[in-house]
């Protein structure tokens, strides 16, 4: 079935130590994003990628790094240089313009 | 400055009557306006979308109206079923925006039996 798969859905971590989350599409999409949810702020926009070997940052990229090496796959590191990381993570992915996302069923990180 | 506005955190309908979820909205250069569904710990999922030169848009219980002089959309359910219950985001992007989405900050819609 195609579809967008993150892991892990649960993923804890200490303060100051980075952590990658996965994102892997097998739907052929060319754009990929992350998102971010906190209860009460909606959707915020990380990072998006159009193509391979190019991404750009959304409204809250200070914090995370990501790559995308692959078509099929878009990691979000989160750093410890990211003041707030405990919250929902979303990827999703577009294949056109019109705006349709296809979303994960995302991660959450929890920071101790 | 939200270019999106869901005024309305919460909306609690009885099972069988209409839902009715609104959306405002600044930015006139929006081209497209969709409707995602958010169940708790879940990704969001695509419900129904419209293109800035349409005024309505429907699918099965769904409608979607869109008043550009007004700057607002609103989402109607009808009839509205327990399984409705859930976060709803507004959202809108233009074209040539490199795909990217403007969010609302969600509605949580609940039917009540």
């Known amino acids: 079935d195609g579809g967008i798969t993150q892991s892990p859905k649960y993923l804890f971590r200490k303060e100051g130590q980075n952590v990658t989350l996965s994102c892997e599409q097998n739907l052929n999409h060319d754009a990929m994003y992350w998102y971010r949810q906190d209860p009460g702020q909606g959707l915020r926009l990380i990072y998006y990628?159009?193509?391979?070997?190019?991404?750009q940052k959304g409204d809250i990229a200070e914090g995370y790094s990501v790559s995308r090496e692959k078509k099929e796959s878009f990691p979000l590191t989160v750093t410890s240089a990211q003041k707030n990381p405990t919250a929902f993570y979303l990827c999703?992915?577009?294949?056109?313009?019109?705006?349709?996302?296809?979303f994960g069923e995302g991660s959450r990180l929890t920071v101790l | 400055d939200q270019q999106v506005k869901q005024n309305s955190p919460s909306l609690s309908v009885q099972e069988g009557r209409i839902s009715i979820l609104n959306c405002d909205y600044t930015n006139s250069m929006f081209d497209y306006f969709l409707w995602y569904k958010k169940y708790p710990a879940e990704g969001p999922t695509f419900l129904i979308s419209i293109s800035s030169i349409k005024d309505k848009n429907e699918d099965g219980r769904f409608t979607v109206f869109l008043n550009k002089s007004a700057k607002h959309l609103s989402l109607h359910i009808v009839p509205s079923q327990p399984g409705d219950s859930a976060v709803y985001f507004c959202?809108?992007?233009?074209?040539?925006?490199?795909?990217?989405?403007?969010f609302g900050k969600g509605t949580l819609l609940t039917v009540n039996p």
């Open positions: 990628s159009q193509i391979v070997n190019d991404f």
């Open positions: 959202a809108a992007v233009t074209e040539g925006s490199n795909y990217k989405l403007t």
């Open positions: 999703a992915s577009s294949a056109t313009s019109a705006g349709e996302l296809f």
